[in-house]
């Protein structure tokens, strides 16, 4: 069969690169049907085309330390695919970074840009330079030194990048403001900028609060709400908070989060003020939370083991596994939403869908942090910016849109109630059309 000889074929060519093989086969394990209801897809040899990066960048990064001492760092951007608009995606600076990680996370991005509905391509990139323990200099160093080395492969037309992990509004300033004296133009090739100066409103939130809107248009599907409801979120950074706030904001009760120290738990529900003191000024570790008697931060916990009504994993790759998966199912939760880019194995998720848990998958359920970014672009080129209430509104909608594609694609192809399925489909078909209209 198409879809196994491709697989197995990628599978011996980047056997060294776990996440981007496990990127794809999840895409794949859901458009079969797809496949064999329209054969155009094989005819123009579409799969093998689409798992292979339009353009992959390397290059050194070298800056000074405060102590005069020389490091050298590696960037990478690797531009998956430019059938629906300019390459988008954001930058991650994390020690470690991986090709593969970069490459999966570019292959998730086509498909998440394609479901939003805006004219956007999808890319990612980053570093192996880690932010944690450097002075506020170093990091702009590194920053400029960063965005020197990419300002050729990027713009406003071919190439936005915007924040990922280690990557906010402070270092997308600083890179904005050394690209913007190498290109000599004030135009918006960064997304995630202040509002200060050709930011959006509601972009720092929109990842977050866009993840709850989605699981509001999901829970309101299955006859649930918020209110009342217990709630655990995986991680304490940008879409982490935003996500707790929101959810507070709608009459939910936060429990639990983390970070890469330890999990909190605070059965009172936690101070997402004092969380974001920590976090986004102090840059420190949630150990540091100390609101009330009953908070506990347990540096040896999984978040998987506190019982919930609702799970939202909101850090990074891979968090919850199959037991996490059957841990959550035994403990009653009732629905679970990926904030990150696939927290959730393969098997896991299917574990869910097969026990008919309301599942939201990340492609489509943090979409919202790109579609404000796309709104962020459309302000830039016009000049011309949005309110956040304006901004939020339309969030919003995209998010409710982008439920209603997948719930309806889903629909389409016999199992209305895979998420997981509807928005693979949708977002695939999208870019996969695209191709061939564009002949090769
Ligand atoms: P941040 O760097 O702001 O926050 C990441 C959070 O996750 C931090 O609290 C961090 O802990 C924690 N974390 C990271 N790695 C691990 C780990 N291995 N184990 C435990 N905790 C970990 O990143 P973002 O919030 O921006 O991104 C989080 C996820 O959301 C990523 O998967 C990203 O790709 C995805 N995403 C982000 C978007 C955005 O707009 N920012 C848009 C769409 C998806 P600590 O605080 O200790 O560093």
Redesign the pocket.
Known sequence: MYIQKVLEDLNSKYYHQPEFIQAVAEVFGSISLLLERDNRYEKHRILERIVEPEKIIKFRVVWEKDDGEIEINQGIRVQFSSALGPYKG?L?F?SGISLSALKF?GFEQAF?NALTGLMLGGA?GGSDFNP?GKSEREIMRFCQAFIKALAPYIGAHTDIP???????EREIGYMFGEYKKIVNRFDGALT?KSPLFGGSFA?RE???YGAVYFAKAMLESYGLGFEGKSCIV????????YTMEKLISLGAKVIA?????GVLIDKNGVDVGLIKQI?EVD?G??AKYSKSKEAEFCADKKITGIACDYAFF????N?VDLDGAKTMIKNGVKAVIE?????LSNEAADLLIESGIPYAP?KAA?????AV?GLEMGQDAIFLRSSFEEVDAKLQKIMQNIFTVSKETAKEFGDAKNLKMGANIAGFRKVADAMIKQGL
């Open positions: 954001g991650r994390e996370l998440k990612k944690k915007a924040g990922d992990i280690g990557v906010g995630g972009r929109a990842t977050g995986s991680g304490s950074g940008n879409v982490a908070i989060c983390s970070d890469r120290s976090k840059r570790s949630l909101c850090a990074t790759q968090e904030g990150a880019n696939m927290p990340s943090n979409a919202g942090g790109v970014s």
